[in-house]
């Protein structure tokens, strides 16, 4: 008990702001002891509370380029989700839903264990074991700041130089570094000789305290305030007097941290802070730390840090965003002097920073025994192999004996120099039933993590052991191009064995293996005992943030009664599918989170995992899926998804049932901060297809839907106020009060189990059959609807209609749509529908089944949509005989037949009903349902960036993503037709989409795919400014610029090109593809000289493509180039477009499609398969 009073008594203590960190934590006496003797979940609960006050308090103070305030909350212990400062994704207190769910069978030992090391991780970095290997990273850092960013992805110094410029500037500064170095080796002695980090302070302060200072325990740790005068200094708004400081911070090994206070520091320097007495946020934001690495040898570093890195002028190194060992770098330095610049936020920074070794893999890597999604992992490799295993492992569950699928995917970083592949795969420990293949021919680049494909296969059934667990090893088997030979990597592997319902592995739109939750439906609720014959609905249910897939989240929906399963199974008539969003952060179930749903679903309703019968035929005829009947839920950032899938999925909803949901980030967190310098117009520019998920915008959608809101009244997390406004918003656009019920849980916090009563009624409800074979039947058409389509890639259908091709690109499109009724549907006519069903004399008793004699339907920004009367989408849902469009009306319509309809000066049905192209943006279009492949040129900087793209993809969504060096592929010859191109790719991105990192003359796949990008025209080698390129009639010639582009492939893939002249500005290019939620993106951006400092305001050129992949002029903007330090000749752009590609068939075929012709090409839409 007294252990359990203490470590609650220390969080108490670590968690508060002001709290000093010593490194040397001492017991405190009995009163204080008594004053923090709670619990250590009471401990965790006031350490939630301290940290949301903070971020709610420090919300618009700083943040790191490339590191934003995120919204996105996670599941506290005490069951509060929390926001604040993150990386790319969130990253906030730590604590999934497996330490609350009842249902959960861990020990309350291992839940306070998880709870303790979460916290260590939250607020001191990992905490120290006694096997950690010696660290190698600097003991003493030369701090310059504050600064506080405003905007993802800039710094305020980069006006004045790159950080490694500033430092080695500042070397000439004698007084600076003499006085850092001195204090250095002090430091670096006494930590040598034994002392601990306090006591290491104190002899740094008793030996360097400046002549006439009172000695003290601190008065000598900084540079002193009268020799900052001369040095080096910038502007800061969040600094003293306005400008930067030097500061010298100190490596506390023993708590894994390197904490920075500005405040502290310079008091401690001779400015009297307390006199000063700031009373807003100076001194608070962040810095850069430069530290020296001394190697006796050439040696291979393991790095895993807080926060983003360089190594001497390296290209930028993307940390450990989620303090969940995965964002690790290999990084390979020769003997000598390097330098470390660390950009951190206040307080402080860590970095492990080891020689390689299996020691130094299994600290960084957590595989000493780590765990994900409940499956153990283990390295039980001898250190020798260059692949090193990662902890996120995807592999099924055993039910029943059996693998629930046989998808295995296993991401391994490459430690070695060499570009490696997988040879070959064995298991070397487990039952004998069980074999592996690999299947994977991708390779993987030195310092890349790629998740390894390969498939499990089973002769027989195979055992568990006592603890209900399926135990085995694999053998991962390194080969290069030459005939080296390599050490295999070795994992062990504890699976969980179930008897019902569980994890599949399944292969997701970008062919990694992603996992998903599937029970089975509950067939005894049928007479027959077997699903209807469309097959049974399905039960969508998404997680929220840092939430795991297993059974407390999988079993949350399970409750005793009359109705439920009598054999243990899931008690509802429909398939449980919970998909992870790609990982338990995810990408708030926006984006490739979005992406991943349809998958999952797609992939449950072609295979039915886990549903009784040898075949899949035995399985469908038991036990079919009918996803076009959907009942949506979630929690949180799961409620998010809720929302969000049913706005833009409403044809196929049965009802939606959200809980402590949050409708947009606008709504939830505010707006945030956006660039000062970039005006409101353009701003507008930017922002346009962020609507795409605010599921607020586009809650009329929901109109005629069963909804029911829940949430607790005790939430600190979720504002109840979110829940509110979702019902009142979706009750006001269906002029309803009552159109959606709430049901507020009172006294109840964030977190709550998904089988209260009032949930499972509303379940029950819309899962009730309506028909004789015990279907579903989903809810009628209201008399006037309306549904708001921001993107024709990512939405479905309401009452049929089905967007194909949007007028403006940025400018969401609208159906507005009237239903006319005769005869006893209706008792007043609408003016609107009387005098056309006059002109129709419509009779209607000859009115066919479930057919309408009329809808109008008025229109905003519709170029194309389709009208889908197939009698699956039907589905005994009225539909109409005639449709007047914009005034325009077609009758005689069929609800056999599908309806292709244009607007090209006026509404016609068009010559075709294939599906039409589709615009190549915005951007993050080219990350999304497909495969990707990135191919590089062999510029400054190229593979370096595609590798930091790569794994940052890998990172934040668990992608794995090939890198192709074009350099190394058989130069193709001048092709007389862009399809020829595709057969110089490898096989793996023959179907993908392809990221271009370099021009032209750098990246001979860029020159062969040039006409994908007709809008970008790269300048002739022979004009005064080679490898620079121009667009919109502006020509871009600065070594500091750079282009991202979105364009559209020969085979209907989408493409991205990449390009800065040099590394710098190649970086700014990388950073801007929407790996994660929340960025700001359109079809192609120009990022000028000055980006850097300037943000979003340092845009030259930035909008939106129209069909014919032309630069739509009226939502977009280009400007000419300059900067401060114009150090760039002027170049006239020229003319036109490339005249390579005025022939181009593909690029002829887009635009007679584009134009009305007969062109019909393979669609890659993304949503789902019922679409037309």
């Not at 006519?829 to 109008?856: A, I, R, Y």
Request: glycine share 8%.
């Amino acid at each position: 008990m007294l252990r359990c009073v203490l470590l609650a008594c220390f969080i108490c203590q670590v968690s508060s702001p002001q709290a000093p960190d010593t490194g040397d934590f001492q017991v405190a006496d009995e009163d204080e002891v008594a004053d923090c003797s709670v619990s250590l979940m009471q401990a965790w609960s006031v350490v939630q509370s301290r940290r949301e006050r903070h971020r709610i308090a420090t919300r618009n103070a700083s943040h790191v380029p490339g590191v934003f305030v995120h919204h996105e909350i996670e599941m506290s212990t005490s069951g509060r989700e929390q926001p604040q400062l993150a990386g790319d994704q969130v990253a906030s207190e730590r604590k999934s839903a497996r330490t609350l769910a009842p249902k959960d069978q861990r020990s309350s030992a291992k839940s306070n264990a998880t709870a303790s090391e979460s916290i260590s991780i939250a607020l001191k970095g990992p905490a120290p074991k006694k096997s950690d290997p010696p660290s190698l990273l600097p003991a003493s850092w030369l701090c310059l700041g504050p600064f506080r960013y405003r905007e993802y992805g800039t710094d305020p110094l980069r006006a004045f130089g790159s950080i490694q410029d500033i430092e080695r500037a500042s070397r000439v500064h004698g007084n600076l570094w003499d006085g850092f170095r001195n204090r250095s080796n002090t430091f670096a002695d006494a930590l040598q000789a034994g002392l601990g980090y306090s006591e290491s302070l104190r002899r740094v302060s008793m030996m360097h305290s400046p002549t006439g200072r009172r000695i003290t325990d601190t008065s000598g740790l900084q540079l002193d305030l009268s020799s900052q005068g001369s040095f080096p200094n910038y502007p800061s708004e969040s600094g003293p007097q306005g400008r930067t400081w030097w500061v010298i911070a100190y490596t506390n090994f023993s708590g894994k941290t390197v904490p920075v206070d500005f405040k502290e520091a310079l008091n401690n320097s001779g400015m009297n802070m307390t006199e000063l007495n700031y009373r807003d946020s100076t001194t608070t934001g962040a810095g850069w730390a430069i530290g020296v690495l001394n190697l006796t040898s050439d040696t291979t570093l393991l790095i895993r840090c807080t926060d983003y890195f360089h190594i001497d002028d390296s290209s930028v190194y993307t940390p450990d965003l989620y303090g969940e060992h995965r964002g690790i770098q290999v990084v390979h330095l020769k003997k000598g002097t390097h330098r470390m610049y660390v950009q951190f936020s206040v307080p402080g920074f860590f970095c492990d920073v080891y020689e390689d070794t299996q020691s130094a893999r299994e600290n960084v890597t957590g595989l000493s025994g780590g765990e994900s999604n409940t499956i153990k992992v283990s390295d039980i490799s001898d250190g020798t192999s260059p692949f090193i295993p990662m902890v996120d492992v995807a592999v099924s569950y055993v039910v029943k004996g059996m693998l629930a699928s046989p998808h295995f995917g296993v991401p391994v970083l490459n430690a070695a120099t060499d570009v490696l592949f997988l040879g070959d795969a064995k298991i070397i420990d487990g039952p004998a039933a069980l074999e592996v293949k690999a299947v994977d021919t991708a390779p993987v680049l030195s310092g890349q993590i790629l998740i390894f494909k390969l498939q499990l296969h089973h002769t027989g059934k195979l055992d568990c052991d006592t603890k209900s667990l399926m135990n085995f090893s694999v053998a991962l088997y390194p080969k290069g191009d030459g005939n080296t030979s390599y050490s295999p990597a070795k994992i062990s592997l504890s699976v969980p064995c179930r008897e019902h319902g569980g994890i599949v592995a399944y292969p997701d739109f970008d062919g990694s293996v992603q996992l998903l939750w599937v029970e089975p439906p509950n067939i005894t609720r049928f007479s027959n005992q077997r699903c209807p014959t469309l097959g049974c609905p399905l039960m969508l249910s998404l997680h929220g943030s840092d939430v795991d897939l297993h059974a407390g989240w999988g079993d949350t929906y399970d409750y005793t009664g009359a109705q439920a399963n009598k054999t243990g199974g899931f008690p509802y008539p429909a398939w449980l599918v919970q998909p992870t969003n790609r990982w338990k952060w995810g990408t708030d179930w926006e984006q490739q989170g979005f992406d991943n749903i349809l998958t999952a679903v797609r992939y449950v309703e072609k295979f039915l995992p886990l549903a009784p019968g040898e075949t899949v035929l035995d399985k469908r005829e038991c036990c079919g899926l009918d996803s076009r009947k959907t009942l949506v839920t979630g929690h949180s950032m799961g409620g998010h998804g809720c929302e969000v899938y049913s706005t833009h999925f409403p044809d196929q909803l049965l009802g939606v049932g959200c809980a402590a949901a949050w409708g947009s980030i606008q709504s939830y967190r505010g707006k945030g901060e956006s660039s000062l310098l970039l005006d409101d117009a353009r701003r507008g520019i930017m922002q346009a297809v962020g609507s795409e998920h605010n599921a607020d915008f586009l809650s009329a959608n929901l109109r005629g839907i069963p909804m029911h809101a829940f949430y607790g009244s005790a939430d600190d997390n979720v504002p109840t106020t979110e829940n509110k406004l979702m019902a009142q918003l979706v009750s006001s656009a269906s002029g309803n009060p009552r159109a959606v019920p709430q049901t507020e849980f009172a006294g109840v916090e964030h977190w709550f189990e998904q089988n209260k009563p009032e949930m499972t009624q509303f379940f029950e409800t819309v899962l009730r059959p309506g028909r004789k074979d015990g279907g579903v039947v989903l809810p009628q058409f209201p008399e006037t609807f309306q549904f708001t389509v921001t993107s024709p890639l990512t939405y479905g259908s309401r009452g049929n209609l089905w967007l194909v091709e949007k007028v403006l690109a940025s400018r969401p499109s609208e159906f507005f749509v009237d239903r006319c009724l005769t005869g006893l549907q209706v008792t007043v006519q609408k003016p609107m529908c009387e005098g056309t069903l006059k002109s129709l004399k419509t009779d209607p008793s000859g009115l066919k089944q479930g057919g309408d004699p009329l809808w109008v339907l008025r229109t905003s920004n519709v170029r194309r949509f389709v009208l889908d009367l197939a009698e699956g989408s039907v589905q005994g849902r009225a539909w109409p005989e005639a449709l007047k469009v914009d005034g325009k009306l077609f009758k005689g319509l069929s609800s056999n037949k599908t309806y292709h309809l244009c607007n090209r000066g006026g509404w016609h049905m068009c010559p075709t009903d294939k599906a039409p192209l589709f615009p190549a943006g915005p951007v993050d279009a080219g990350i999304r349902r497909a495969p990707i492949c990135i191919i590089h040129g062999f510029g400054v900087g190229h593979q370096a960036e595609a590798l930091r793209l790569a794994n940052k993809m890998y990172l934040v969504s668990r992608y794995a993503v090939p890198i192709v060096d074009a350099a190394a592929r058989s130069r193709p010859r001048v092709a007389d037709n862009e399809r020829d191109c595709l057969s110089f790719l490898p096989h793996y991105c023959a179907f993908a989409n392809l990221i271009f990192i370099g021009s032209p003359a750098e990246n001979t796949l860029t020159e062969c795919f040039k006409c994908a990008f007709p809008y970008v025209r790269f300048l002739d080698q022979s004009t005064a400014a080679p490898s620079s390129f121009a667009l919109g009639g502006m020509a871009y010639v600065s070594n500091n610029s750079a282009l991202l582009a979105a364009g559209m492939l020969p085979n209907s893939y989408r493409a991205l090109l990449l390009y800065g002249k040099n590394a710098q500005g190649l970086a700014r290019a990388i950073d801007a593809v929407p790996v994660a939620s929340k960025h700001e993106f359109t079809d192609f951006m120009v990022f000028g000289p000055d980006y850097g400092w300037q943000g979003e305001g340092g845009l030259l050129a930035s909008g939106y493509l129209d069909a014919q992949l032309r630069i739509s002029k009226a939502e977009s903007w280009v400007i000419p180039e300059h900067a401060v330090k114009a150090e760039f000749p002027s170049v006239e752009a020229p003319d036109g477009e490339d005249p390579a590609c005025a022939n181009s068939d593909f690029l002829l075929e887009i635009r007679s499609d584009a134009k009305g012709g007969q062109a019909e090409r393979k669609s890659t839409r993304l949503n789902s398969s019922h679409r037309p």
